[in-house]
Nanobody, 120 residues
Framework: VQLQASGGGLVQAGGSLRLSCAVV????MGWFRQAPGKEREFVAA????????YYQDSVKGRFTISRDNAKDTVYLQMNSLKPEDTAVYYC??????????????????WGQGTQVTVSS
């Protein structure tokens, strides 16, 4: 399974970006991020049927995860970006149960990461 995230870039605070990643059929898809000197942290996840989504508290109301299984793509729409959102963003896939989907080690498949930089 190969995942490839795209859509990162440089944006001013308050701006928007949309990240994309190939979806793996039947798998929960997650987005994680890692800032310099920090551990990788959960951002959002979506179940394979797209009906249930999960978010880190700091991004609720600003980020939206969605998936288009017909296009084999999962998206992370990021609005009202803040400098503290600056990180490398990774997409991940796995058969993950709800209680562990916020844990990076629960996902066996990862994309290469895409840099998101938010300037103040």
């Amino acid at each position: 399974v190969q995942l490839q995230a795209s859509g990162g870039g440089l944006v001013q605070a308050g701006g928007s970006l949309r990240l994309s990643c190939a979806v793996v059929s039947g798998y929960t898809m997650g987005w994680f991020r890692q800032a310099p000197g920090k551990e990788r942290e959960f951002v959002a996840a979506i179940k394979w049927n797209g009906g249930t989504t999960y978010y880190q508290d700091s991004v609720k109301g600003r980020f939206t995860i969605s998936r288009d299984n017909a296009k084999d793509t999962v998206y992370l729409q990021m609005n009202s970006l803040k400098p503290e959102d600056t990180a490398v963003y990774y997409c991940a896939a796995g058969r993950v149960i709800t209680s562990t989907l916020r844990i990076a080690a629960s996902y066996p498949y990862w994309g290469q990461g895409t840099q998101v930089t938010v300037s103040s």
